[in-house]
């Protein structure tokens, strides 16, 4: 830790699940959550515009959980991810945010490892560990509980290739290499990342200009950036299982990458056009 830095202590998380019609990947993430040995915080499910199926399952989660849950949900107007994840933060009640996706599972020590993480002045991007195609069909048929999985299982996954990627799941002392890149905005992204609420708020959250898949999240990361936020790296502390997936509708990827370049070179520009401040 930088010697002018003090520790900023975290009192409440709050969890924002992000989800859309896949209820068997979302079940697989709120177990693991529900499993969690850091047990201060809350789940606020930003449900993008899913069936009734989706809702029902959430619903039952609510009914039985310890932990508290909130469903947040708006009708299906295509990928809205920006616009239901401030929807989500509007009623968040923690002074910390953690985004991931309701098509990841977290590790026991996910959310303990990343309030370790958490300091004054910076985001915390984590990053993940990707199934393959035929293994999440696996893992969902049997309801696996791979986040009580050890090392050692996942060694085995490696070796039949059935994850991508090993070293993520290795833990390294939390050290100096983590402040290395305090500018850097790619690989930042929103299946895996920690924002103090209140830097969220400074510069109105998601721009929901970015509409379609693509770079909202990328977009959220330069503005903290341009804010004087800085990156502090949370890899080899706490990964993500991303479970497979179809890549998303990708007919506004130009739209938006020229968009993210535009506010690259805009350092300026911090506050969202249209963010949060819509929801309070």
């Not at 029902?56 to 909130?70: K, V």
């Not at 050890?150 to 002392?173: E, M």
Request: one cysteine or more; glycine letters at 6%; proline letters at 4%.
């Amino acid at each position: 830790m930088p010697a002018s830095e003090k520790p900023q202590l975290v009192t409440l998380i709050s969890v924002i699940v992000t989800t859309y019609n896949w209820p068997q990947a979302l079940a697989a993430c709120l177990r693991s959550l529900l499993d969690q040995c850091d047990r201060q915080f809350e789940i606020i499910v930003a449900d993008d515009g899913s069936s009734a199926e989706t809702g029902q399952l959430i619903a039952d989660f609510i009914h039985t959980s310890p932990i508290r849950i909130i469903h947040i949900h708006h009708e299906d107007a295509g990928f809205r991810a920006g616009t239901i994840r401030n929807k989500a933060v509007a009623a968040a009640s923690g002074d910390y945010l953690l985004f991931m996706d309701g098509d990841c599972i977290a590790l026991p020590d996910f959310i303990l490892r990343h309030r370790e993480l958490a300091e004054a002045g910076y985001f915390v991007p984590g990053n993940r560990v990707l199934l393959t195609k035929s293994y999440t069909v696996q893992v969902l048929q049997n309801a696996t509980p791979l986040h009580l999985k050890s090392f050692g299982y996942f060694l085995l996954q490696r070796l039949q290739r059935h994850i991508n990627r090993l070293l993520p799941l290795l833990h390294l002392p939390i050290n100096s290499w983590r402040y290395w890149q305090p500018q850097q905005w790619q690989k930042a992204m929103t299946c895996n990342l920690a924002i103090w609420k209140t830097d969220f708020l400074t510069v109105n959250g998601f721009d929901e200009v970015f509409e379609g898949w693509g770079y909202e999240d990328s977009d959220l990361i330069i503005r903290l950036i341009h804010q004087g936020i800085k990156r502090k790296e949370g890899r080899f502390a706490a990964p993500v299982l991303h479970l497979w997936h179809r890549h998303n509708d990708r007919s506004k990827h130009d739209e938006n990458y020229q968009r993210l370049l535009q506010r690259l070179a805009n350092k300026s520009l911090i506050k969202s056009e249209r963010g949060v401040n819509q929801y309070f």
